[in-house]
């Protein structure tokens, strides 16, 4: 099932994909224990030590609810049914219990029963006054004490706790949520692994009570992961290829974990590839299994590919998002640092209706509410010199030349940066390229931009394809690894399958020579033909004993040395196309007699350098040192041979 234009296919859609899942759950009968028509609400809000009552038949007094905290199933209680009727049951919330995702069993005798799991969420019992023209009202406390100062937001209006933690929004409740910026030192339970920082409005004109409820947490040192352009869509083996993902990622956390620092998640965008929605039968709700098995509280940024191909407004096409995952934008704060979410997609979808796929056009830009938004989030801030992250899909900056030029992508990116005036320390996290690169406008602001998880869409990796894992720019899948203690920010990239020293490639240019009888060779004279106008210079043979280094995390602070010997060889920096990919992937597609897909192919890049050697064969000692003094090595015997799964 998947998401539908109409609000009521949307919520059908919702309530099957949960069921799936365990969250809300109709049991058959059990032919051991006699239950049936157990239903498990997908959250439970209650106050502690208060009774919940659930549907289902068969139970008896004397059985108990056995309740495990998913996140740690160290984290076990049981209480005793209170009261049966024909076809529902009771039972107390245990003492010491707190928010979080919990299994829910019946336990009878020596014998169990999974009956499903649950949202649980533990309130205060408080009675907040109403207050004129204010729609919303709530709580954020800890441990049943009022937290003040947590900023509250339904997407437009922005607002504060006050010294008892209590919030009041004049809501017109537009986005169907109001949520919390977490503050620094606290998280919010998990839904799995999806933090709930938000609340879903009913609507209408009544005052709706909306309490939070924060964990605290001793996160000022930190580790982000900022996961960019996923394209999950159940084809060309992208989830078992998703897989050596899921293996890299979670033996990062653990190791992370053991050491006793906390680990987040943040996409950047692109989970999910709006083309195969339908086609494919794999939606936001199918995401939602593969993005739990990441080890760790993930938060979600929204891209293009995220929105409804059937829909041709951004606000129809957002709305499976917004029901799915949550607030296409919102802030929290991890430690000392700021994170704010964008969604900067202008989603048009030309010709799009139900049962037809559009154009999935967008235009690349903040909408207008969004900027009011962010200025009056940012407002809230009093340490301008912490560090601030925003996330969004679409970069902020083009990518730069070998002159290290700036220019915008972003339609109203000048607007945007006005909104960031006075910020000292900012970083801006973005995808939807499939390429690494940064830039640096200024001192107080600097983009990163991150390769893909599934590098070109999945396609090299593919079965009969090159068996490798590689971006357009020639830089391995993978993510970026961010390590924050207080206002000490570093970061790398980590390509998928390697440790976090592999951070370059070479090339021996002298054993690098595209033609189609060797890389397309079963591709017919037309497409064969076709392979010189994709391969450029590597079409000709190079005898110049040059060598191409890829640097796939480089930034202008680095410093790159090749020795030849004892002898230090001139290093330029080049504009290129990594010859990698070429036959990782345009030569493949030719091989099959299909064309590349023009938003795949090989682009130039600038983070390639190149030294020219005295001799074909002679091994250089070449070592790269980023911005924080971490040095990458490799003594390059030559020649090198070209192959594709060459490091």
């Excluded at 079965?463 to 830089?475: T, W």
Aim: glycine share 8%; aromatic share 10%.
């Amino acid at each position: 099932m998947i998401a539908m234009l109409a609000v009521a296919g949307i919520m059908t859609t919702i309530a099957l994909f949960a069921a799936g899942c365990g969250s809300n759950n109709t049991l058959p009968v059990d032919n051991t224990l006699s239950i049936s028509g157990v239903y498990i609400p997908q959250t439970i809000d209650v106050p502690a030590g208060a009774p919940i009552t659930l549907t289902g038949k068969g139970f008896k007094m004397g059985d108990h609810i056995r309740l495990v905290l998913e996140s740690d199933e160290s984290r076990t209680y049981l209480s005793a049914i209170t009261t049966v009727t024909e076809s529902s049951f009771t039972f107390t919330t245990p003492d010491g219990i707190e928010s979080g995702r919990y299994k829910l069993s019946l336990v009878r005798d020596d014998r169990t029963l999974l009956l499903g799991a649950t949202m649980l969420t533990i309130v205060l019992v408080i009675d907040i006054p109403d207050r004129a023209g204010m729609t919303v009202k709530g709580m954020v406390y800890s441990n049943t004490t009022g937290v003040a100062g947590v900023v509250v937001s339904d997407g437009y209006e922005v607002t504060t706790t006050d010294a008892n933690g209590i919030y009041y929004l004049p809501s017109e409740k537009k986005t169907g949520y109001v949520f919390i910026s977490v503050p620094g030192n606290y998280e919010v339970a998990n839904n799995v692994n999806a933090p709930q920082f938000f609340k879903r409005l009913s609507g209408g004109t009544a005052v709706e009570q909306k309490d939070f409820a924060l964990l605290p947490a001793n996160n000022d040192k930190h580790v982000l992961l900022a996961m960019a352009d996923m394209h999950l869509a159940n084809r060309n083996s992208d989830l078992s290829q998703f897989g050596n993902f899921l293996t890299d990622v979670n033996g990062v956390i653990a190791s992370h974990v053991a050491a006793g620092t906390k680990v987040y998640g943040l996409t950047l965008g692109d989970q999910t590839w709006d083309l195969y929605w339908y086609e494919r039968s794999f939606a936001l709700p199918e995401y939602i299994p593969w993005m739990n098995k990441i080890n760790c509280t993930v938060f979600n940024a929204m891209g293009n590919h995220d929105n409804d191909p059937y829909c041709t407004t951004d606000w129809t096409g957002e709305q499976s998002y917004r029901n799915v995952i949550g607030p296409t934008y919102y802030s929290f704060n991890i430690g000392k640092v700021h994170y704010v979410v964008l969604d900067n997609i202008e989603w048009v979808n030309t010709g799009g209706t139900q049962g037809t796929v559009g154009e999935r056009n967008y235009n690349d830009v903040l909408a207008a509410d969004q900027i009011n938004w962010l200025k009056k989030d940012l407002a809230t801030i009093a340490d301008k010199n912490a560090p601030l992250v925003v996330a969004m899909h679409i970069p902020l900056y083009r990518m730069p030349n070998v002159d290290n030029s700036v220019a915008y992508q972003l339609t109203n990116g000048a607007a945007f940066t006005n909104c960031l005036t006075g910020f000292t320390n900012i970083h801006i996290l973005s995808g939807h390229t499939h390429i690494n690169y940064t830039v640096e406008p200024s001192t107080a602001l600097m983009e990163h931009n991150t390769a893909a998880i599934c590098a070109t869409w999945w396609w090299t990796g593919a079965a009969n394809y090159a068996g490798n894992h590689i971006c357009r720019d020639g830089s391995v899948g993978g993510y970026a690894i961010w390590e924050i203690d207080r206002g000490n920010l570093q970061w790398y990239y980590k390509s998928i399958g390697y440790d976090r020293n592999y951070q370059f490639r070479t090339y021996d240019l002298n054993t690098i020579h595209i033609t189609a009888d060797k890389y397309a060779p079963s591709a017919n004279a037309t497409y064969a033909a076709k392979l010189p106008g994709f391969a450029g210079s590597y079409a000709t043979a190079n005898t110049n004993n040059e060598v191409l280094i890829n640097i796939w995390g480089y930034e202008k602070e680095w410093t790159i040395e090749v020795k030849e010997g004892a002898t230090s060889l001139p290093v330029s920096r080049v504009s290129a196309k990594d010859p990698l990919h070429i036959i990782s992937y345009e030569a493949k597609r030719l091989n099959v007699n299909a064309d590349p897909t023009s938003s795949f192919v090989t682009l130039n890049t600038s983070h390639l350098f190149k030294v020219t050697a005295s001799s074909p064969t002679s091994t250089l000692s070449i070592k790269v040192t980023d911005r924080f003094g971490n040095n990458y090595t490799e003594t390059m015997t030559r020649p090198k041979q070209f192959t594709y799964t060459m490091k």
